[in-house]
């Protein structure tokens, strides 16, 4: 028998069902990989996704009902909680609707809405409902990042420069090592002489790939609403650099997507004597969690790496909050890490096609 099926208890608790909203890349090899090592938790319930193919298919890999239709989802008493794994403009709405069908938590993939007006709204509904919402920054839920929180001290009122550092391939690479992609969506080639395009890929690389380490940035900004813009421009083959000044804290966020051969995940914060250093495992890869090191003058600490990371860390805590835990992010967080990307996406893209334009003038 299918480990999915049926409503088997381990434990004493009964498994959770899992309704997923979107059945692309992200669902594929991220999080049906990773419920696949929670069966004594979730199982999956049913998969939508406007694709009627790819959401038979898709089930079918976990013995899962499928439909094109979002209401049957929610509408379905066998599912306990939904992961909204659609494109960026559905979230909010499909979050609302979440909330209003009575589900026990949801879990929204970045962004989980694009204007703060409707992360606000979402947050209300949240309230009036009493259904939790997560929110997928996977590093978030790492329990290197967590740890490494639990011991730096005051490290966040002595913060002086904080880093985050991504070089990877592709997506594809690594969606392959997870799983076989059934479909992925196209794009068309980069046009880096045309300022509009610039300014796209650099706030899509924002609210897509920097999104994940902004709420650790974020952290260490007391007034992270008081942004000064430094620099933007965007990196060939793909990424972008970003530096801003927060008072009297600098932050540069860059990343690099080529076909390199060492890919590399970092997160750094420095104060006058003290250090910060995180390395995350890459996008898609499910084996192994953060290692932190915290040094402190001749002192240097570890912690990590946990067996799991936070593509696991964050379903363990969807089931904890479903089953009545309180999340570690309220509303009002979830609201200023997003107001906080959509403003360094917006400043960021501006500053970049503004160059473009400087530059063929």
Known sequence: ???????????????????????????????????????????????????????RSVAARVDSRSTTDMTTVLDDPDVDVVAICSPHHFHAEQVVAACRAGKKAVLCEKPFATTSE???AIAAVSAETGVPILVGAMHTFDPGWLAAQANWGDLQERALFIRSSIVLPPNPRYEDFATEVITRPSFPPPDYENPDAVARMVSGGVLGLAIHDLPLVRAFLPHYDDIELLSAEVERPGG??????????????????SNNWAPNWAFHVFAEDQLLDIEFTPSYVHAGGAVAHLTRAEQRITFGPAEHNGYEGEWRELADVARGA????????????????????????????????????
């Open 1 to 55: 028998m299918c480990p999915w099926r049926g409503g088997a208890q381990v434990s004493g608790a009964p498994l959770l069902g899992v309704g997923i909203l979107g059945a692309g890349p992200v669902t594929q090899a991220i999080h049906l990989p990773t419920l696949a090592r929670l069966t004594d938790t979730f199982r999956v319930a049913m998969i939508m996704d406007v694709d009627a193919d790819i959401a």
């Open 118 to 120: 409707q992360a606000e």
């Open 240 to 257: 972008y650099s970003i530096i801003f000044r927060s008072r009297d804290r600098l932050v540069e966020v860059h990343a690099v997507t």
């Open 326 to 361: 309180e999340p570690r992010s309220g509303s009002a967080d979830l609201i200023a890490d997003l107001s906080f990307a959509l403003n360094i996406a917006d400043l960021a893209a501006h500053k970049a096609s503004e160059n473009v334009r400087r530059s063929a003038a």
